[in-house]
């Protein structure tokens, strides 16, 4: 009887998590930039000194998926997507750094080049700061320059360059906020390589209908299990019953 429940609980118990998860991703589906995760399990035999017939279920690790999202054509010279593998350095307010690729950004109104979420974008050394009366163009090697709304359009001038980042995505790991950081809490060095398309956003990697069908295959999982608990319910109030009989 306790096999039966111990395994129904710890099934349920991951399902329930790993529903979660797919929920999320879902959630995430139109976000730009955004990684979509998936839950790893494995089972674990129970040790004891019978015999070895009962294993639980444990959450081995939250994998992020970084396969490239599709590319959205926006026609703005703000939106940037990094083309192939690599990140965009932002800088967060405690002054720490942190990785995306969801490239919209904007001018804030102390004249930092800041993404959507408000964290500064660094440039080669540190955040880019624009002048008023410009317009920003950004060259596929990062290379932020500006032209003046008003006079020679012809009149441009280089004010920094996007830091362009490209860590082995096995030392990224993935904070509350979304951004990416690296595990040591180091910073990672420009990279020459990486290339970003200018008037154009990458879109969420999670796939809708796989994540979909995942998720209504999820629930029947969850409610296989929690019938395996009711049936081991139902089993020990019928063996209660015959042992009340007997005694």
Do not use: C
Request: avoid cysteine; hydrophobic fraction near 45%.
């Amino acid at each position: 009887m306790d096999r039966l429940i111990y395994t129904a609980m710890t099934g349920a118990k991951h399902v329930f998590m790993q529903q979660a998860g797919t929920a999320n991703n879902l959630a995430n589906a139109s976000t730009v930039g955004f990684k979509a995760q998936e839950h790893r399990f494995r089972a674990v035999p129970v040790q004891s000194e019978a015999m070895p017939t009962r294993a639980f279920v444990v959450d081995a690790s939250v994998a992020d998926v970084f396969d490239e999202g599709p590319l959205m054509f926006t026609g703005r010279n703000l939106d940037v997507a990094v083309q192939g593998r690599g990140w965009l350095a932002v800088q967060l307010p405690d002054g720490s750094e942190a990785y995306t690729r969801a490239g919209s950004l904007d001018v804030d109104v102390t004249g930092l080049l800041v993404t959507k979420s408000g964290n500064s974008v660094l440039g080669d050394g540190g955040p880019i700061s624009v002048p008023p009366d410009n317009t920003i163009e950004i060259a596929p090697d990062g290379t932020v320059s500006v032209v003046p709304t008003f006079g020679a359009r012809n009149n441009a001038s280089a004010i920094g360059r996007l830091k362009l980042v490209n860590p082995s995505e096995a030392d990224l790991v993935r904070g509350a906020d979304g951004l990416f950081r690296l595990r040591d809490g180091q910073q990672a060095p420009a990279s020459e390589t990486v290339k970003v398309a200018s008037g154009a956003l990458e879109g969420s990697n999670v796939n809708v209908t796989d994540a979909m069908v995942n998720l209504i295959s999820l629930s029947r999982q969850f409610e296989m299990q929690i019938k395996m608990l009711q049936t081991a319910d139902a089993n020990a109030q019928r063996a209660d019953q015959l042992l009340s009989l007997n005694a």
